[in-house]
C-alpha cells in the first residue's frame, strides 16, 4: 500500500508562482519514479512531470521551463515549483508514484493516487 497526500495548492495570480507538496509513504520501494499529473474541468489527466529515484526529471512541453519537480528520498516528499503560471495551469493536481523507463521514455502510472490539490490562476 502507498498513500500519497498533497498540498500547497490555492489561488494565484497570472505570472505568479505556487509549490507544491507530496509526501508519500508505505511500499515505496516497487517503484522508481513520482509524477505529478493535472486535470482540468472536462480534460483527461494529464502527466506535467516526473522525477526518478535518482533526481533525474522530465516535463511536458506545456510546463518545461516554468515548472520543477524535485524530491527529498530522506522525507519521502516530491515538490512540483510551479513559476510564471498562466491562467490555462488551473487544474487539480495529483501526485503519484509509479515507473518510468528511460528507453522508452514512458511513465506507467500506479494506482495509488492522492486527494488533490486545486490550483487556480487567476487572469
Known amino acids: 500500500q502507498v498513500q500519497l497526500v498533497e498540498s500547497g495548492g490555492g489561488l494565484v495570480q497570472a505570472g505568479g508562482s505556487l509549490r507544491l507538496v507530496c509526501a508519500a509513504s508505505?511500499?515505496?520501494?516497487?517503484?522508481?519514479?513520482m509524477g505529478w499529473f493535472r486535470q482540468a474541468p472536462g480534460k483527461q489527466r494529464e502527466l506535467v512531470a516526473v522525477?526518478?529515484?535518482?533526481?533525474?526529471?522530465n516535463y511536458s512541453d506545456s510546463v518545461k521551463g516554468r515548472f520543477i519537480i524535485s524530491r527529498n528520498n530522506a522525507k519521502s516528499t516530491v515538490y512540483l515549483q510551479m513559476n510564471s503560471l498562466k491562467p490555462e495551469d488551473t487544474a487539480v493536481y495529483y501526485c503519484?508514484?509509479?515507473?518510468?523507463?528511460?528507453?522508452?521514455?514512458?511513465?506507467?502510472?500506479?494506482?495509488?493516487w492522492g486527494q488533490g490539490t486545486q490550483v487556480t490562476v487567476s487572469s
Open positions: 503519484n508514484t509509479g515507473t518510468y523507463s528511460s528507453a522508452d521514455r514512458y511513465y506507467t502510472a500506479s494506482d495509488y
Open positions: 508505505g511500499s515505496l520501494f516497487r517503484f522508481n519514479a
Open positions: 522525477i526518478l529515484d535518482g533526481g533525474s526529471a
